[in-house]
């Protein structure tokens, strides 16, 4: 990887680049980009930064204050490995360019921010992340809404609905059952192939790859697991791995989506997000004593996730799409309880390996719409709070939580019921994530207006489903 301006410009003359591609996060998660001939390119510019109008970018600048600056990160350049045109990607952070300071509301700078407060406390000097991402791939994706119509079509040659399909060449037979997604070899997966060239492609820019494969659903459901890493370049990754899985299926034909339920009556698509910390080179999650080999920095850890995990939610879970998956009764994480192995709870603690290395918790309730930058950063905020508060979570939950008695299933905490629930307590509980400046008021303003008229949006139109219901009441 590049390390310096110098090195980029020698990278695009040995690599025969023609385009350079500047690119950064907005703040709800989506990369914006803009591209110049690699010829313009020079060292200054890399240096200086280069101006674009904030005002049009949804969550930034006012357009009296929209003159804003990318400034080019050399260190997160590589070459694009799915674009005809040689073209090298640079990462970017955002600065004022008056005052020419970090944007409080650059989420990437809220990543940096974050790594600067965890060292600061003295507590641990990295925090590790380790997100499993799951999204569909579908063949035909359909959606239209109107004054007097609404409807979404989605479609996946290995739907189960698809048994009866007339299929040029003949129906195979090969479809996946709702829910019997999980691990069926081709050709019930039709996209080993396809996964394999994503995951190959993502190591050309950098990302380790520990395994793929199909997820639950009936339709076209993938995970593709990456190697953990520090915060900010597990955030960086996450980015080049949503854009590498909607390219590689966009030239297959198909399209991706990390909606969390983009179908009914199947699993929805989650962001289990591992997660650990470190000082020194040494795990300090792990004590083979304790329960789950969990140290108390652990237990606290999870106590904080726990005590501000509706708040997390705004930033975690930050569509009103994920509370169709975060719903009781079907074994989504909605309980805010920690366990070994019950995947019905918020917090689980994987127990394949006894190594010290590989003591961590898994915060299971988080999608994979969630911007990574704020949504590792809130994460982590909370896990410190807990632990400089000495938040002693819930006591360990593993039996199977359908079993319990209405009664016993009362004293459970469970997680938001909607997006509304889920900004609610993300305005009246940040304190925490304020904290070293981390996060800034303005920026938690600015994403929950946005994100409260996507609520107000929703609630505003009937739901195709309301007319089977209600139509000849």
């Known amino acids: 990887m590049s390390k310096t301006a110098q090195d980029v410009i020698k990278l695009i003359k040995d690599e025969g680049i023609q385009i350079v591609d500047t690119r950064f996060t907005d703040l709800f998660g989506g990369w914006q980009h803009y591209s110049l ?9 890399i240096s200086e930064g280069l101006g674009f109008d904030g005002s049009s970018i949804k969550g930034f600048q006012v357009i009296n204050e929209s003159d804003m600056l990318m400034l080019p990160d050399p260190a997160t350049a590589f ?37 600067a407060y965890l060292k600061s406390t003295g507590i641990a000097d990295t925090a ?30 290995e739907a189960v609905w698809n048994t009866g399909a007339e299929v040029p060449g003949g129906n195979k037979g090969y479809r996946i059952r709702h ?5 069926p070899v081709p050709p019930t997966d039709t996209l080993q192939d396809i996964r394999s060239e994503m995951i190959l492609k993502m190591a050309d820019v ?46 297959h034909g198909l399209s991706a989506t990390f909606m969390p339920k983009p179908l009914f ?53 930050p569509t009103t799409n994920s509370y169709r998956r975060l719903v009781p009764g079907f074994e989504a994480p909605i309980n805010l309880v920690y366990s070994q192995r019950n995947r019905s709870a918020a917090i689980r603690i994987p127990t394949y390996s006894s190594s010290p290395k590989s003591r961590r918790i898994e915060f299971r309730a988080p999608d994979p719409m969630a911007n990574p930058y704020l949504a590792f950063a809130a994460m ?10 000495r938040i002693a979570p819930p006591p360990p939950l593993d039996v199977d939580i359908y079993e319990l008695t209405p009664e016993e299933k009362g004293e459970i905490r469970g997680t938001p019921g909607s997006l509304t629930e889920a900004l609610d307590a993300l305005e009246a509980d940040n304190d925490f994530l304020l904290k070293g400046g981390v996060f800034t008021p303005d920026l938690i303003e600015a994403f929950v207006d946005a994100k409260r008229k996507e609520a107000v949006s929703i609630a505003l139109r009937p739901h195709p489903y309301e007319f089977m219901m209600y139509y000849d009441a």
């Open 380 to 389: 982590l905020m909370a896990g410190l709070d807990g632990i400089q508060n």
């Open 128 to 157: 590790y992340f380790g997100p499993e991402a799951e999204f569909f791939l579908f063949s035909d994706v359909r959606f239209s809404q109107g004054a007097n119509h609404g409807y979404y079509f989605v479609d996946s040659p």
């Open 37 to 45: 001939p690699a010829s313009r390119l020079t060292e200054d510019m």
């Open 206 to 251: 950098g990302i380790d790859i520990e395994l793929h494969h199909h997820e639950v659903a009936t339709a076209g459901q993938c995970e593709i697991d990456m190697k953990f890493d520090s915060l900010l370049s597990m955030a960086d990754k996450l980015q080049k791995y949503k854009y590498i899985v909607r390219q590689v299926a966009r030239a």
């Open 265 to 317: 009556g199947d699993n929805g698509s989650g962001m289990h997000c591992h997660q650990s910390i470190w000082k020194d080179g040494d795990p300090l999650f792990f004590d083979e004593t304790q329960y789950a080999l969990l140290s108390k920095t652990a237990q606290y850890y999870i106590g904080g996730i726990l005590k501000h995990a509706p708040a997390l939610l705004g930033l975690c879970a």
């Open 79 to 115: 070459v694009d490995p799915t674009l005809k045109v040689p073209t090298l990607v640079i990462t970017c952070d955002i600065i004022d360019p008056l005052e020419r300071r970090p944007y409080s509301r650059d989420p990437r700078n809220v990543a940096k921010k974050a790594e």
């Open 179 to 183: 829910k019997e997604g999980y691990f």
